[in-house]
């Protein structure tokens, strides 16, 4: 009967009796059967083209969502022939799928920390395992920033298309990651030493579910949606996301390329608002690239949280005292510190928004170095929360200082020669 089945419409016609049957309850080993029998071939444009005719034949976006995990195995041997998109370092495409491998290294880490503790005897402490997951599931809260690229850069492009349905099920899809992942944290807040059999029913029904969600959503994009939009897109499309794309902030992965498409057009990256080519100010202006290196040349860290704790810049210095990468850009405060001091960071951002306190200081011996770090709450004019100012500083030599020094000395003298 594969002979027959010589054209697209007719795989699909194909594929969708065969999930109408998943639908009204047929079981999924005999659907795969029989649609492995009935069907030679099939790629990733006719599963995205299936799911949209499904849904416009009436089939809600919901019920698609429901079993779309059952789609996909039952489709697996035909997607699993799909390779995955390969686009130029910087191109949008290329960061997510670097992200996706940043987030499948994250999660097969988990399982290896789950087979740890499975294999452990029952009444061996397994804390140090599970703080290990528990900081394996905060670095993969990063992936609400790969979700919201596609949700807000990405989607709208296929609605422009006329192709609303696969996104509204796959935009579906990441909320409930998100709420497994939610879930999967919380469950772990409050609780901080554990015997080998005590997460062991936790990690199969919380944590597992979490990171087979975002496993399942990796393999969802690499083999329907990324190819579907790489043929869909311009590239002035996907100029115009990647330029947008900083914004948003990056999944485990900062991308270090500049991406120009072929093709000789360039557009400008948006700057900000400014007069006469500089940003005015209250009390003065600057040029960007003055204000730039400014921050780089200030004698301390900065790092702003915004009101939602949502890290949204750092300063740039050569020699900090704590290390930052673009990829805590866009990320939630909370899971950019440890688990034990999570609680603090909750405390003081509260206290902050409520206006109980506008300061909190801290100050450690680190290397060797005296370290001073101050939290400040940035309002408005009128008193309005507006962020949290994380200010870090090395006072190791301010703190040595003696007497006086009232005359011109450099501490470097640097020889200049002609």
Not at 150 to 157: A, D, H, I, S, V
Request: charged share 30%; hydrophobic share 35%.
């Amino acid at each position: 009967m594969s002979e027959l089945i010589n054209n697209r419409q007719q795989r699909i016609e194909i594929m969708k009796a065969m999930i109408r049957q998943l639908h009204q309850g047929v079981a999924e080993e005999k659907v795969q059967k029989q649609l492995e029998t009935l069907l030679d071939e099939a790629d990733y444009s006719d599963v995205f083209l299936m799911e949209m005719q499904l849904i416009q034949e009436g089939i809600p976006a919901e019920a698609i969502q429901e079993l779309c995990d059952t789609h996909t195995r039952v489709l697996k041997k035909h997607l699993d022939l799909q390779e995955t998109p390969e686009t130029t370092p910087g191109h949008p495409v290329h960061t997510f799928v670097q992200e996706n491998r940043e987030l499948t290294r994250t999660t097969a880490q988990i399982r290896h920390w789950m087979r740890k503790i499975e294999a452990l005897p029952p009444i061996a402490d397994a804390t140090p395992m599970m703080e290990n997951i528990h900081l394996l599931l905060n670095a993969l809260m990063d992936v609400e920033k790969h979700y919201r690229r596609k949700e807000n850069l990405l989607f709208p492009y296929f609605e422009k298309n006329n192709l609303h349905g696969p996104p509204t099920v796959m935009w579906g899809k990441h909320d409930e990651a998100r709420q497994l992942l939610k879930g999967a944290l919380e469950g772990l807040q409050e609780v901080h030493t554990f015997s080998a059999e005590e997460p062991r029913a936790y990690n199969l029904f919380a944590v597992l579910p979490a990171i087979d969600a975002i496993d399942e959503m990796v393999y969802k994009e690499e083999k329907i949606l990324l190819p579907t939009a790489l043929n869909l897109l311009t590239e002035q499309d996907w100029y115009e996301i990647y330029l947008q794309s900083d914004e948003y902030g990056y999944c485990l992965y900062a991308p270090q390329f500049e991406w120009i498409p072929e093709g000789g057009f360039h557009k400008e990256i948006r700057k900000p608002l400014a007069q006469d080519g500089r940003i005015q100010m209250p009390t003065g202006s600057f040029r960007l690239e003055e204000l730039i290196q400014i921050f780089k040349a200030l004698p301390f860290d900065i790092t702003f949280v915004d009101k939602d704790d949502t890290v949204r810049y750092f300063s740039p210095g050569k020699e900090r005292i704590f290390s930052r990468s673009r990829a805590i850009l866009g990320r939630k405060v909370q899971y950019c510190h440890p688990p034990k001091s999570v609680h603090i960071v909750n405390q003081i951002v509260r206290d902050f928004k409520e206006g109980k306190q506008d300061r909190a200081r801290f100050w450690i011996n680190l290397h060797g170095k005296l370290v001073y770090i101050v939290y400040y709450a940035v309002r408005s004019d009128e008193g309005e929360y507006l962020g949290t100012l994380e200010v870090t500083q090395d006072l190791t030599e301010v703190r040595a200082l003696e007497g006086e020094r009232r005359l011109l000395e450099y501490d470097n003298e640097i020889t200049v020669t002609h």
